[in-house]
């Protein structure tokens, strides 16, 4: 059974920064993409960012370019996205996702909620 612990998100201030957290277990398949998205209230989900484990190369949506960064930690099946310069409007829940590619997820993690506030 896969199973992700998402951790990291809270409520901070503009300007802030968090990291968000992707611990995933019960993998029993080679998955080749990490992500994360988003969804805001009354929107539909977005994605925010994708790490191709095959050639490394790395996506960014427009609003997250130059502001966010996806990593990894093989060794803790752990995949980060650290959150600089936040707005309101990166305000939302945020899930991460594993798959076979940086279009199609398989398993998706419960969502850890972000809220930008002054």
């Known amino acids: 059974q896969v199973q992700f612990v998402e951790s990291g998100g809270g409520v901070v201030q503009p300007g802030g920064s968090l990291r968000l957290s992707c611990a995933a277990s019960?993998?029993?398949?080679?998955?080749?993409?990490i992500g994360w998205f988003r969804q805001a209230p009354g929107k539909g989900r977005e994605g925010v960012s994708c790490?191709?484990?095959?050639?490394?190369?790395?996506y960014y949506s427009d609003s997250a370019r130059g502001r966010f960064t996806i990593s990894r930690d093989n060794a803790k099946n752990t995949v980060y996205l650290q959150m600089n310069s936040l707005k309101a409007d990166d305000s939302a829940v945020y899930y991460c996702?594993?798959?076979?590619?940086?279009?199609?997820?398989?398993?998706w993690g419960q969502g850890a909620q972000v809220t930008v506030s002054s």
């Open positions: 996702a594993v798959g076979g590619a940086c279009y199609e997820w398989a398993y």
């Open positions: 019960g993998l029993t398949r080679r998955l080749y993409a």
């Open positions: 790490f191709n484990t095959i050639d490394g190369a790395t």
